[in-house]
């Protein structure tokens, strides 16, 4: 028996070292334009971990490591889930500091949905699809993380050739529902500090496997303005075999009224919304359809429970 879940969350990131999101020249204090960090061979999505020996993991850390010794900088990093090295002469910029050129992101935050919650374990999972940079498409690596209270506070209507949006609100200092211990392809998962109750089903639902889904009527529970969670009806259209994780597990198309006058169909912060048919949590919304926002993908809950447990799910 699981919680469904249905309500938005905050989700705010700090990564694990510092995602390099490009590159650029600067001016250094001789009046030449230079970027240490292209010309040792630096790429987008590269992980920055530690500088001369010292780990990194702010943009300010990064700057107090390269002022500390700017004749040369010994640059541990990951590319595709490998350590490597490399050394680059960082230049003094005209503001007195030493400088490679390299833009980095340290932290990212954003609005989702939580999929369910697990009253045994006090794991949570959400999204159903992995945090990337939006710059590289890179997942990124969780060093720290927090889902927190959070609202929706207005709705950008899906159109073709376009995705809306739930545009959500949360504060620095909101209240924490719990961590973040992973995001991989499949959502982010934790454990929640107080358990997740649903007020539409307040005793829990029965997971619903794989080979219990089919294509037909199925609900999904959302959150896309001030009435809380609400459920809404949809039809599964297309169910894929499958017997190992992996994304896009089944089509659905909205069919409730009220959420197609609403938002348009599935819009960019529903991901996660869990999707309910026989009476059986069976899965999570992940994508929308970019051609039509009334069609979407979800993820089925034997992946996501999977992710949680480190193991394989079986039928």
């Not at 498409?137 to 959070?150: D, F, H, Q």
């Amino acid at each position: 028996m699981l919680y469904p879940g249905g309500r938005a969350v905050g989700i705010s990131i700090n990564l694990r070292g510092l995602l390099i999101v490009g590159s650029g020249s600067f001016r250094t204090r001789d009046g030449r334009e230079c970027c240490p960090a292209k010309r040792a061979g630096f790429r987008a999505g590269d992980v920055i971990l530690s500088i001369n020996g010292t780990a990194v993991s702010t943009s300010e850390e990064m700057q107090l490591a390269l002022n500390a010794n700017p004749d040369s900088a010994q640059i541990v990093f990951e590319r595709n889930n490998r350590q490597q090295t490399l050394t680059v002469k960082p230049e003094m910029g005209t503001d007195g500091k030493a400088k490679i050129g390299a833009w980095v992101r340290d932290s990212t935050a954003g609005i989702g949905t939580l999929s369910f919650y697990d009253p045994d374990s006090g794991q949570y999972a959400a999204l159903g699809h992995a945090i990337t940079d939006g710059d590289t498409g890179s997942i990124l690596t969780v060093r720290e993380g927090r889902v927190l209270k959070a609202s929706i506070v207005a709705v950008q209507k899906g159109q073709r050739g376009v995705p809306g949006e739930l545009k959500g609100s949360f504060l620095q200092n909101a209240a924490v529902l719990g961590d973040i211990a992973q995001n991989t392809t499949l959502g982010i998962s934790g454990t929640l500090t107080t358990a997740a109750t649903n007020p539409l089903y307040p005793d829990g639902l029965p997971i619903g496997t794989r080979s219990s889904v089919h294509t037909g009527a199925a609900t999904i529970l959302s959150t896309i303005g001030t009435g809380g969670v609400q459920e809404y009806t949809v039809e599964i259209t297309h169910v894929s075999q499958q017997n190992a994780p992996a994304a896009k597990s089944m089509v659905l198309r909205v069919t409730d009224t009220r959420l197609l006058d609403a938002t348009g169909g599935i819009v960019q912060g529903m991901s996660g919304s869990p999707i309910i048919q026989d009476g059986k949590l069976i899965g999570a919304v992940t994508h929308v359809f970019v051609s039509d926002p009334t069609q979407g993908y979800g993820l089925y809950v034997d992946w996501m429970l999977s992710q949680m447990q480190g193991t394989s799910a079986d039928q």
